[in-house]
C-alpha cells in the first residue's frame, strides 16, 4: 500500500524538526513501507511567496493526502501582515476544508523524564492517556455569541454551547475506534448535572457505545471530577472524550503532567470517507514556530516526530511502526540524551539533528 504524505514545515523551527520527521521516514521506506511525500509552504513563508497564508496548490494536495504532517506556523516577521492572511490563517484554512472536528491529544511519560513533570513520578511514569476534544462546535461557536449593553447602562454578555446529536455522535464515534486500537475504555466527560448539552452528550455517548462499541469499556466522569482525577491518578485514564471547552481546558492539564512543550504530539481527524475507511487527518506538535530558538538548531524535535508516529498508529494502521517509534524515543531519552528544553540545567544537552539521528539509530539497532 502507498501512504500519501503532505510536508507542511512552516516557519520558524517548523522546517528544523520536520527535517528529523523526513529521516525516521526515510528509515521506514527503506524497510519497505510505500511512504510518498510531497512538500509544500504554509504560514509565512507561503504569504511570502503567494501573498497567502496557503495556496491553492497546497489545498489541493492537502485534500489528496492521506495525512499532513504540518510543522508549526508564524513569528514577529509577520505580525504586521493583514489578518486574513496572517500565517495562522494557513492551520484555520486546512482546519475547516479538511473538516478536522476531533483534536486528539496524548499525555506520555516517558520514565526517563517522570521527575520533570509536575507531579510525583509515581503518578505519571509510564502514563499514556489521549484527550479527544470536540473541535468545531460547542460554545465557542454557539449563536447568539454576544456582548452588548443595556438601557440602564450595563453590559450583558452571552455565549451559547450548542450541540446536535449527530456532532456528539461523530466524536464519540472517533474516542471508541482509538480506544480499539488502545487499551479498550473510552471516559466520556460532561456536565450533565447543570447542563442541556451535557445530557444529551452522556445520552449519545451511550447509545453509541452500545450500539456500535459493546466490546469497548464506557464510564461517565463529570468535567470537574475529571479535572481532580487528572492530576489525582491519570493512569486511570486511556481515551477521555469531551467537548470543545472542557477538552480545552483538560488537554492542558493533561500536557503539563508530562514536561516540555517540545514532547507533546496532536493530531486533528476528519470525517470518514465511506470508500477507504479513511479520516482526513492533520498532525502536528502543540508548540508553536518558537522564534526564540529558530535557526539555532536547538529545537526538541520528539513533539513532531511523535505526531508523525501517531500518523502511522491512526491513519496508516501501522501498530508495530508506531510502537516501534514510540520505544526508540523512550529507549534514547532513557540513554539520557536530551535537547535543552528537557536538559537539567547545567547538563549537557544535543541539536535537533542530533537528537533527530539518534532516534533513527535507535529504530535500527532494535
Ligand atoms: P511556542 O510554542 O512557539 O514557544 C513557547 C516556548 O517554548 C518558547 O520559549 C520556545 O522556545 C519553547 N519551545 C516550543 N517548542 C519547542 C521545541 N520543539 N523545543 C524546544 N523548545 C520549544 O509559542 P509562542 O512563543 O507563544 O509563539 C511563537 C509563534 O508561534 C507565534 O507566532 C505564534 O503565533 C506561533 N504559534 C503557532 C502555532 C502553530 O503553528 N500551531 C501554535 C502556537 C503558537
Ligand atoms: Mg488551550
Known amino acids: 500500500a502507498t501512504h500519501k504524505l503532505l510536508l507542511l514545515p512552516g516557519d520558524g523551527i517548523g522546517p528544523e524538526v520536520m527535517a528529523q520527521v523526513e529521516k525516521i521516514v526515510g528509515w521506514f521506506r527503506k524497510r519497505g513501507l510505500g511512504f510518498e511525500t510531497e512538500t509544500d509552504l504554509v504560514g509565512g513563508s507561503a504569504y511570502d511567496a503567494h501573498g497567502k497564508a496557503i495556496s491553492e496548490e497546497a489545498m489541493g494536495r492537502a485534500q489528496a493526502a492521506d495525512a499532513v ?6 513569528g514577529p516577521k509577520w505580525d504586521g501582515v493583514p489578518y486574513d492572511v496572517r500565517p495562522e490563517a494557513g492551520l484555520l484554512r486546512l482546519r475547516k476544508d479538511l473538516g478536522l472536528f476531533a483534536n486528539l491529544r496524548p499525555a506520555i511519560c516517558y520514565p526517563a523524564l517522570a521527575d520533570a513533570s509536575s507531579l510525583k513520578r509515581e503518578i505519571v511514569e509510564g502514563l499514556d492517556i489521549v484527550i479527544v476534544r470536540e473541535l468545531t462546535g460547542g460554545v465557542y461557536f ?54 442541556k448539552t451535557g445530557v444529551l452528550w452522556r445520552q449519545v455517548v451511550s447509545r453509541v457505545g452500545k450500539a456500535e462499541y459493546a466490546d469497548v469499556e464506557l464510564e461517565h466522569v463529570l468535567a470537574d471530577n475529571c479535572a481532580m482525577q487528572l492530576v489525582r491518578n491519570p493512569k486511570q485514564f486511556d481515551v477521555i472524550v469531551t467537548d470543545n471547552l472542557f477538552g480545552d481546558i483538560l488537554s492542558d492539564i493533561a500536557a503539563m503532567l508530562t514536561g516540555s512543550l517540545g514532547m507533546l504530539p496532536s493530531a486533528s481527524l476528519g470525517m470518514e470517507d465511506p470508500a477507504t475507511g479513511r479520516r482526513k487527518a492533520l498532525y502536528e506538535p502543540v508548540h508553536g514556530s518558537a522564534p526564540d530558538i529558530a535557526g539555532k538548531g536547538l529545537a526538541n524535535p520528539i513533539a513532531m516526530i511523535g505526531s508523525f508516529g501517531m500518523a502511522l498508529r491512526y491513519s496508516f494502521g501501522l501498530v508495530e511502526e508506531a510502537d516501534r517509534l514510540e520505544k526508540a524515543i523512550a529507549n534514547v531519552l532513557a540513554s539520557g540524551l536530551r535537547t535543552k528544553d528537557i536538559a537539567a540545567p547545567g547538563t549537557n544537552a544535543v541539536g535537533t539533528k542530533d537528537m533527530g539521528e539518534a532516534i533513527v539509530r535507535e529504530l535500527e539497532a532494535q
Open 69 to 74: 504532517l504540518f510543522g508549526a506556523v508564524g
Open 142 to 195: 454557539g449563536e447568539p455569541k454576544e456582548l452588548v449593553t443595556l438601557e440602564n447602562g450595563q453590559q450583558r454578555a452571552v455565549d451559547t454551547q450548542v450541540y446536535t446529536s449527530g456532532e456528539i455522535e461523530r466524536i464519540a464515534r472517533v474516542a471508541f475506534d482509538l480506544a480499539r486500537k488502545r487499551r479498550n475504555k473510552v471516559s466520556s466527560s460532561e456536565k450533565m448535572n447543570v447542563m
